[in-house]
């Protein structure tokens, strides 16, 4: 089940963004208008039929039924990113993803390029942080050095990480703050 959740929320959200009806999405959201409310009851009734369609594990169709009566998709949708973010098993799957990006290596397990773990990490990243609440992210600093400690087998990046460390003992800039400077320095090598 969690292992699909990320691809699900990404794609539905773009759908109902792409159809104008993104507020259903948004648990907070309540029309003040009589005209707003009544659009807004059939664009749940319609949000209501996509996530009938769409959510096929056990729990996404218990919650759809729970609504059958009143296809309230604020409320399913409510319930859906709860279970998938605050359950037990969103839990135990967020320590598993944290447990790959403290724990990840070009080299050990990893088949491809450097470039594509980079990319593959900074993903369960991504979506590490859309599955926890906002406390318990990573630092954007420890997220760096992790990244950093993925690939200190890579030569052209270990002496990158070694030059800005010692730039910033003498009193320097940090050269690297964000991931993308290292995923270019290994295009940059690529192309040497």
């Known amino acids: 089940d969690n292992k699909y959740w990320d691809n699900f929320y990404q794609s539905f959200v773009v759908t109902a963004v792409s159809h104008n009806i993104e507020k259903v999405l948004d648990p907070t959201y ?6 707003e409310r009544a659009l807004f ?3 749940k009734k319609f949000v209501y039929s996509a996530l009938e369609h769409r959510l096929q594990t056990d729990m996404g169709k218990n919650l759809v039924q729970e609504h059958s009566f009143d296809f309230d998709a604020q409320e399913v949708f409510r319930k859906v ?7 037990a098993s969103a ?3 967020s320590a ?3 447990g790959y990006l403290t724990t990840a290596k070009y080299g ?4 491809g390029t450097a470039e594509g773990l980079i990319l593959h990490w900074k993903n369960h990243l991504r979506i590490y942080h859309n ?9 954007k600093q420890l997220c760096l050095s992790l990244l950093e400690n993925a690939v200190h087998d890579v030569p052209e990046l270990r002496q990158v990480k070694i030059t800005a460390t010692l730039d910033l003992a003498k009193g320097g800039n940090p050269i690297i703050t964000d991931s993308s400077i290292l995923t270019q320095c290994i295009v940059d090598t690529k192309r040497e």
């Open 30 to 35: 309540a029309p003040t208008e009589p005209s």
């Open 41 to 43: 009851e059939e664009q």
């Open 81 to 87: 990113v709860k279970h998938y973010t605050e359950s």
């Open 91 to 93: 839990k135990i799957s």
């Open 96 to 98: 598993t993803m944290l």
């Open 108 to 111: 050990s397990l990893w088949t």
């Open 131 to 139: 599955t926890v609440p906002t406390a318990e992210q990573l630092p």
